[in-house]
């Protein structure tokens, strides 16, 4: 009870670390992100300090705030989709897991056999070995 009371708290501040790491520049950690680089060949968030960058140089910026209630519809939309497609790379996942297991069960399979076989083969060998002696003690 006490692991279990510890792991969905663990994993409640591993989500809230997430939530507000959403929000901090990819260039600047320490810096959130404030504005919405709206060009075309950007389309980003950034903070401050990028919107000073060269590489935004003659770019449009609009509040972070204002650009994502503009695009809240579209963003869900792209969140639902990139959910969709983690459940079915999830699945894939557990696919190709569940094939590594058969194939690995098919291996040790396979290796039994093979064990098996040179078992008889020796014990044939051995046999015939003893039935060739037997006749060369018993020839005149």
Known sequence: LT???ARKLALKIEKQKQEESVFQCALHPSKRVELFCSSPECMKPVCVLC????????????VF???FEINRESIFTRVERVKQILGQVDKEIEDVKNQVSSLENDKQTVQQSVKDLCNKI?????????ELLETLETSP
């Open 3 to 5: 692991n279990n009371i």
């Open 51 to 62: 919107s000073f960058d060269d590489a935004h140089k003659n770019h449009n910026f609009k």
């Open 65 to 67: 705030e204002k650009a």
């Open 122 to 130: 020796r014990d044939w060998v051995t046999k015939r070995e003893t």
